[in-house]
């Protein structure tokens, strides 16, 4: 009967790893924001080309789109682990109530009993799965969005001003050793997204 027992750590594992994933790849996504038109470029742009940096730190810390999708998407593992909580607490009880009257119910109406809960509990597992799959796949497409936002932008504001390579710096992921503060365009950069994601707003509330 240990069996029927289902422990809400177990029942929300698959939603707190996804929890995790989202902020990790809150970093990654942003990280993997460099630029080039090829293999060649990083080399072009040292000799004639302008050189510019983002720091993607700050970047997820003030990109309102970014902070949006972060908000949204925590919201929905809040309820998707609710829901399993909820859920989870009832299974339990009932196997709390079977356990009582186990001893004085007939071999026939245990072993249905226990079958129930069986199932009972192979539901709860499957709940589990494909709530954090639909969570993951989520988080992939939301941020997959913000990466390609990110991306267009810059492509557009590095042919604007004259750049050949644009890097990114995080503390996390320091693949930038040293960079000159000159060279650092976050700023600007994170001022003219959270204008173009105002204006998007703007205009979809109308």
């Known amino acids: 009967m240990n069996k029927l027992f289902i422990t809400l750590t177990k029942v929300t594992l698959g ?19 460099v630029s080039t038109d090829s ?11 302008k050189i510019a940096y983002i720091n993607s730190d700050t970047l997820s810390e003030k990109y309102e ?9 925590e919201s929905k593992v809040k309820k998707a682990q609710s829901n399993l909580q909820s859920k989870g607490q009832a299974f339990q009880r009932e196997v709390a109530e ?8 007939s071999a026939s109406d245990r072993q249905a009993t ?3 809960l069986a199932r009972k509990q192979e539901e709860l597992g499957k709940l589990d799965q494909n709530a954090s799959a639909s969570l993951a796949q989520d988080e992939s ?3 997959n969005n913000v990466y390609t936002t990110i991306s267009e932008y810059l492509k557009k504001h590095a042919q604007e001003n ?14 930038v050793l040293y960079a000159d ?4 365009i976050t700023n600007e950069v994170i001022e003219a997204l959270n204008k173009e994601y105002k204006a998007k707003n703007d205009k979809e509330k109308k």
């Open 15 to 33: 939603l707190t790893v996804v929890i995790a994933a989202a902020s990790c790849n809150q970093n990654q996504n942003t990280a993997a924001s």
């Open 39 to 49: 293999a060649s470029t990083a080399s072009g742009a040292a000799t004639d080309g």
């Open 65 to 73: 789109y970014f902070k949006d999708i972060r908000t949204k998407l």
């Open 98 to 105: 079977y356990q009582q009257k186990a001893a004085s119910m």
């Open 114 to 116: 226990e079958e129930k």
């Open 141 to 143: 497409t939301e941020f």
């Open 162 to 175: 004259g750049y050949k390579l644009v890097l990114t710096y995080s503390k996390s992921n320091p693949t």
């Open 181 to 184: 503060s000159k060279l650092e």
